[in-house]
């Protein structure tokens, strides 16, 4: 048995069937989870998972109006 990462709601399963990446459903909460270690058997939120790759894209975001600024003041020199 493990517990959900976000209600911590009981989650009867077989542990010996799971490999790392299988889904699950939370049948408490609803959430969507994935299996993210099998030794211990360890759950991540779907949720957990999305906002991880939101700060990733932010951080992109970012560092392309650094370039954006470069090439202003390199225009700005020329003149």
Known sequence: MV???LCDAVIDVDEEELDEGDPLICEECGANLT???VSPLELASE???EDDD???D???DFDDDDDEVEEDEEK???Y
């Open 3 to 5: 517990n959900c990462p």
């Open 35 to 37: 299996v993210s270690g």
């Open 47 to 49: 949720k957990e998972d």
């Open 54 to 56: 939101d700060d990733l």
């Open 58 to 60: 932010d951080d992109d």
């Open 76 to 78: 700005d020199e020329e």
